[in-house]
């Protein structure tokens, strides 16, 4: 069979160690290039299988011939987990499907060799026995969530480098990276004199605007987006190392199911779209003609003073140049930033997805018999939506916290919301009411946008998740947290709907991101147990 230029097998049934599935593949010439006739060239050799995987790990290291060399040889040497996704790129012949089969056949070929060198090795010295040996489907587990740790490193595309952010072996580190960028950019702003900055309004009073001041700036960056991409990290590892692994664990349902890596390549259009959206748009349209233009000219028109535009009524706290460029640092990173976040969303939505087609596949009948299995599963996910975004609608809170502030007559953003929530009495709606009509920040249609998207991922995933458990036991119980997370979920986006239209608002703000920080500390992930 022919594929892409290249002699193609489907992954073979039945059971067979690493050693021998490769040995007959290689011998096949199995990834190689054929000729007029459909016949490949010739076996595989080591040097002819080196030098083909580091061409398609063109962006890695190679690999050493060496290590291919122990592969054709009779010893018990395996393959590692890097080298089981570069293999099956070749025999996959670059086909996203068939290179995630491949994936699962050389992972399955790989937890044979290691059970059998295992029992070889325990019958030797029994005393050296792992406990986990006596369960070949927990090595198989083992294998596979090692073989999804670093998947897609070499790939291209921008949904497959993407994806590979989120589960690559430096995703760990997102986190403290988008946390240290915030850090630098308070010291930046600290050091340009922009962190605590007052100007004079109409009406003769001081008005603070300062960088630091900003809770969508300081708040999002520094605590809720870093709890974010911490919380989608652990959750998108939990499902494609330990409950995706579990689920595919039978040999029969592996090739029968959309791999994880078409999953990924078929979300392309929804990656450019939140590529072209907040990067081209959101971040960059919206620095243009919020700041850059209005920096350039000297007019803000509509917009109200903040941060960036203080040069233009104040050339003595910042000058133009430097008001720009700080400006433009700041959308850059917010690009890359809200780029990571949304695409987060995206992968949400594969996850639940991803559930949904291996339930449907295993049928009514398996998921009653593994009611309890299917009730942990169902938990972690409505649990990793509902982390995910809530923290999403916090954010949203932030941002146009922010933009009803910069329109409102108020010192400073702790008066405003002190004056808010004192505005439940008479004596204070005065004063929590004065807004700038004649004034109209953008954030306040950006929050908008984004609170639809959160609440929409929100409420479609958790419902699906939800009913694969209906399906597996119609009479189950249901879960208190899940009531508790749809009621902070339903708080938090009236809140923000709310914020800034009615006196009192803030004590409802409050009382949302209190209950949606204690639930989303609250309740850990679920991860496979043994015996599940």
């Not at 000297?298 to 917009?303: A, E, H, R, Y």
Request: aromatic letters at 12%; a neutral charge; hydrophobic letters at 45%.
């Amino acid at each position: 069979m022919e594929k892409n230029g290249k002699f193609f097998l489907p992954p073979p049934r039945g059971d067979y160690d690493f050693k021998e599935l490769f040995l007959r593949m290689a011998a096949a010439g199995v990834g190689r290039p054929v000729d007029k006739h459909g016949i490949p060239q010739s076996p595989w050799t080591p040097e002819l299988l080196a030098e083909a995987i580091s061409e398609v790990a063109a962006s890695q290291d190679g690999i050493d011939l060496r290590t291919v060399q122990l592969w054709f040889q009779k010893n018990d040497k395996g393959i590692s987990r890097d080298n089981i996704r570069r293999l099956a790129r070749v025999f996959g012949c670059g086909d996203p499907q068939e290179i995630s089969e491949w994936q699962a056949k050389l992972t399955f070929a790989q937890a044979s060799l290691v059970a059998e060198r295992r029992k070889t090795r325990n019958e030797t010295s029994p005393r050296d026995a792992d406990e986990n040996a006596a369960d070949p489907g927990l090595s198989i587990g083992l294998v596979l969530r090692q073989e999804r740790t670093a998947n897609g490193r070499g790939r291209l595309g921008l949904a497959q480098l993407s994806e590979d952010i989120f589960e690559g072996p430096r995703s760990v580190d997102l986190p403290v990276v988008v946390f240290t960028g915030a850090v630098a950019l308070a010291l930046i702003s600290f050091t340009l004199g922009l962190h605590n900055i007052h100007y004079t309004v109409p009406d003769g009073s001081a008005k603070q605007v300062g960088f630091l001041w900003a809770p969508n700036w300081t708040l999002t960056f520094l605590l809720a987006l870093p709890l974010y991409l911490g919380f989608l990290v652990e959750g998108l590892r939990t499902w494609t190392q330990e409950w995706r692994p579990r689920l595919l664990l039978e040999n029969e349902a592996v090739g029968s199911i959309e791999g994880w890596d078409a999953k990924i390549a078929a979300a392309t259009y929804s990656y450019w779209s939140v590529l072209i959206v907040t990067i081209i748009i959101a971040s960059g349209y919206n620095w243009i003609v919020s700041y850059l233009i209005p920096l350039m000219t000297g007019d803000m028109g509509t917009l109200p003073v903040d941060w960036g535009r203080i040069a233009i009524v104040d050339p003595d706290a910042i000058s133009v140049q430097g008001a720009a460029t700080f400006s433009g640092i700041v959308f850059l990173y917010n690009a890359v930033c809200a780029y990571l976040f949304f695409t987060g969303l995206v992968i949400i939505h594969i996850v639940v997805r991803d559930y949904l087609d291996i339930a449907a596949y295993r049928g009514s009948s398996w998921l009653k018999q593994h009611g309890t299995g299917v009730e942990r599963v169902c938990s972690f996910l409505v649990t990793f939506v509902f982390r995910c975004t809530a923290l999403g609608l916090m954010i949203t809170v932030f941002m146009k916290m922010e933009s009803v502030f910069l329109v409102a007559d108020s010192p400073n953003i702790l008066s405003w919301l002190s004056a808010d929530f004192r505005a439940i009495s008479d004596d204070y709606i005065a004063q929590a009411r004065k807004y700038d009509a004649q004034q109209s920040a953008p954030g306040l249609y950006y929050s908008f946008f984004c609170l639809l998207a959160i609440s929409g991922v929100y409420f479609s995933a958790s419902i699906r998740a939800r009913s694969a458990l209906t399906r597996a036991n119609p009479s189950g119980r249901l879960f208190p947290s899940w009531a508790a997370m749809d009621v902070t979920m339903v708080l938090l986006t009236v809140s923000c709907l709310l914020l800034g239209e009615i006196p009192g608002f803030s004590l409802l703000s409050i009382i949302s991101t209190v209950c949606a920080l204690y639930l989303v500390l609250k309740p850990p992930l679920g991860h496979v147990r043994d015996g599940e």
